[in-house]
């Protein structure tokens, strides 16, 4: 049997048909409220790279004298 990786590159060969690998929520997200017609290479260049800048490692930071107390 082939792989995922494979029987998804054999349907490339659709002309409405474009693979992504290694997709974010942002780039999910993007391609669902964003795009309604076919994508052009633009379109695809330029949602690759919105969805990387907006990888981004966030750390919560709790400072000692807040207090949230009721």
Known sequence: GASVCTAMLR?????????????????????????????TVEDIDQLVEESRRGIQSVTLQIKEEEDFSL
Not at 17 to 32: A, D, I, K, T
Request: charged residues 15%.
């Open 11 to 39: 349907l490339t060969n659709l002309h409405n048909v474009r693979l992504f690998s290694g997709m974010n929520l942002n780039m999910v997200l993007e391609l669902l409220t964003r795009f309604s017609d076919e994508l």
